[in-house]
């Protein structure tokens, strides 16, 4: 992409109401425009960077076995009646009234149309397990919208709904999502840390979080140290395996506030006690047949009666993590894109844009890297070189290639890493070939 062909509405200045670094930077790098209270629209840079989350997601949840689909916004109001969560979800819910006044809600989440879709098609234990899972967009009326997309009213989220046979085999699925949920945040740059947590308005009785530590989460949480360097887990099949990991991760302490047990938190190691701050970008729920029971979602069993299904629900907060990885990934000077969500793989800085061995070098890893599947974005604007060196400090790509005449007289190129800022003086070739190399297996 030529910037000159962007729309790309960087700001100088910082706004005002943005208190934390990932709603700053996201405004000032012209990702987002918010459009009346916790409803943004997403901009080209902004929305590039939620298709790559969303990507990541999407693999991941394809290899541990969920199915894709799509369910609507605009829900009907009588799957939550039916429920009984019309009434109880509150005042969060959006409901909104159609021309033949028909009760309809814009959806803050799905286990009750899913079930009622469910139903209407499922009949035998044969048909089971199944786990369909939607990326769409949210809506809760939040009391408080804040921090950008990280709270924000309409939001997009990763949901899956799993229906199983008994329990036990419900467990499992459950495991298969944990172990997924941790490859998906470590693919994403991510360490986050599941902690046992409340299940809320979803309801249910085994449930996990899913955080990413930083000092402005909204959330309060305590864990063993060692959890958070821990690797991603890599991928499991069998019932030991998945069991094993799940087991190896919830042995030792960790819980947001609602769920913090200090006595158990004492029987850490002093020095491994860690009391912080989190972000939650994701949460499961194991909540057996809360849903199954009231709308009569059964399947006939091997033994011929039939039984209510048992059903947990996944969800991952894919516009929030565009906020999340900036919280644990900027400085000073802005963001700094890990590889596999970076907007673009590399900047192309034109220290002098109308020079012709300036614009000849530059159009040549331009269109090199391009050729490479790198997706380079080349500042070919008549811009200061102060000015073009800020905007790509604050939009973070990975990499910079900084070309000027000066130095293609020596036959060199900068690259800048934009994470440790580090420079090498590199022919253009060696430019190249270090950058392609640097995203092999991203
Ligand atoms: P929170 O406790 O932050 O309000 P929640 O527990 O109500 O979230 P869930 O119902 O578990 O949220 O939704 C799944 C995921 O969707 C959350 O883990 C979070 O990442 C994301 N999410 C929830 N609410 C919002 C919001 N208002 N804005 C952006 N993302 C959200
Ligand atoms: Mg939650």
């Not at 809506?139 to 950008?148: A, I, M, T, V």
């Not at 249910?204 to 979080?209: A, D, M, V, Y």
Request: with cysteine; glycine share 8%.
């Amino acid at each position: 992409m030529r910037l000159s062909n962007y729309f790309l509405p960087v700001l100088k200045e910082t706004p005002a109401d943005a208190t934390i670094a990932s709603h700053r930077f996201m405004l000032r790098a012209g990702m987002v425009k918010q459009d009346s209270a916790g409803i943004y629209i997403w901009l080209p840079l902004g929305f590039k960077v939620l298709k790559k989350i969303e990507h990541i997601v999407r693999e991941e949840q394809n290899k541990a076995g969920a199915v894709e689909m799509l369910m609507p916004t605009i829900q009907s109001a009588n799957h939550w009646k039916e429920t009984g969560r019309y009434d109880a979800y509150g005042p969060e819910m959006l409901r909104i009234k159609d021309r033949g006044d028909r009760e309809l809600l814009y959806g803050p989440t799905n286990e009750d149309m899913i079930t009622d879709m469910f139903r209407s098609y499922v009949r035998s234990y044969k048909d089971l397990p199944q786990n369909l899972y939607h990326i769409q967009w949210k809506f809760r009326d939040e009391r408080r919208p804040r921090f950008g997309v990280m709270r924000g009213r309409e939001f997009l989220m990763k949901d899956a709904y799993s229906f199983d046979i008994d329990a036990d085999a419900a467990k499992l699925t459950y495991y298969r999502q944990f172990v997924a949920y941790l490859n998906t945040y470590a693919r994403l740059g991510l360490k986050a840390v599941p902690m046992r947590a409340d299940t809320g308005p979803i309801g249910g009785e085994l449930s996990h979080e899913f955080l990413i530590l930083a000092e402005t989460g909204e959330s309060e949480v305590f864990c063993h140290k060692d959890l958070v360097d821990m690797p991603a887990p890599g991928h499991f099949e069998t019932k030991d395996e998945l069991e094993a990991v799940f087991n190896e991760r919830t042995s030792l302490y960790a819980a947001t506030d609602e769920k913090h047990d200090a006595d158990e938190f004492a029987k850490v190691p002093a020095d491994k006690q860690l009391s912080a701050r989190g972000i939650e970008v994701g949460h499961i729920f194991y909540f057996g047949d809360k849903y199954s029971e009231p709308m009569k979602a059964q399947v006939t069993g091997a033994d011929g009666k039939n039984v209510n299904v048992m059903m947990g629900s996944y969800g991952v907060g894919v516009s929030r993590l565009v906020g999340g990885i900036i919280e644990s990934s900027h400085d000073e000077n802005g963001i700094i894109w890990p590889k596999s969500v970076a907007p673009f793989g590399a900047g192309i800085i034109n220290l002098k844009s109308g020079d012709t061995e300036a614009d000849a070098a530059c159009e040549d890893i331009y269109q090199k890297l391009s050729a490479a599947g790198i997706d380079p974005l080349y500042d070919d604007k008549d811009d200061r070189g102060g000015q073009k060196f800020a905007r790509m400090d604050l939009i973070g790509l990975p990499y910079q290639l900084v070309i000027g005449p000066r130095g293609l007289k020596e036959g060199i190129i900068e690259v800048k890493i934009r994470a440790t800022g580090e420079k090498k003086n590199l022919s253009p070739a060696d430019a190249l070939n270090f950058i392609i190399s640097e995203f092999e297996g991203v």
